[in-house]
């Protein structure tokens, strides 16, 4: 009876525990190179893209889902590694995150024009956080974009696509990224849109399935 009380015991604290703490996990900073993201965690540890082996990332998921915080802490862990640029994002979803911030369409049109005029190999990686990818209307951006998404690792520059619902229409760069990570998504033809196939799981708020060199199921950190 006591080696069965002990067994029960070690089963009932350590569960209730490290659930706990996988849904609630706190970001701090994990040091990781220049090319690997910090995406999330789950109950084996971190979950990371390494943007050299699989360059360039597609966030898909419904609003409120986590799709900044996740970027946030992507972005707070390559602080002073690589530049960033925000493009079309909201001031108050990236506090404490060094980046040039561009607004509208012709700006955004008028700095990756130049980007591609002057492209050379950088020394620290650049990250572009484009925000509502799928609604972009100008047709000369959306060619750009599509330029720079062809050419942009070979100058050590990677893209960070941003879109809510994913739908044939909006999603008209997947091709070029070669990591996606979705969260909640209306139906199961949203989620095969972005991946490729469906998910099996129930997805919660903050969680999210991410498809780069494998298969991942995390959650992204709790971050203020």
Known sequence: MIAECVVLATWSIPIG????????????????DEYTLLAGYN??????IDMRSTPHLLITGLSGQGKSRCIKAMLLNLQDKADIVLCNAFAEDYVKVKARKIYGE???LNFISLLL??????EKPLYIVIEELGTI???????????????ARHYNIY???????????????????????????????????????????????????LVSDDKYVGRTYYIS
Do not use: M, P, W
């Open 17 to 32: 525990y490290y659930y706990y703490k996988y849904l609630n996990k706190k970001y701090t900073k994990v040091n990781l």
């Open 43 to 48: 109950a084996h540890g971190k979950i990371t």
């Open 106 to 108: 012709n700006n955004i």
């Open 117 to 122: 005029e002057n492209i050379k190999k950088r």
């Open 137 to 151: 209307k100008n047709k000369s951006l959306i060619a750009k974009i599509q330029e720079l998404l062809c050419i």
């Open 159 to 209: 893209i960070i696509g941003v879109i809510q619902i994913a739908t044939k229409e909006e999603l008209k760069f997947k091709s070029y990224f070669n990591a996606r990570l979705t969260f909640r998504q209306l139906d199961d033809s949203a989620y095969r849109v972005v991946l490729g196939a469906g998910v099996e799981e129930n997805l919660g708020k903050r969680e999210f399935v």
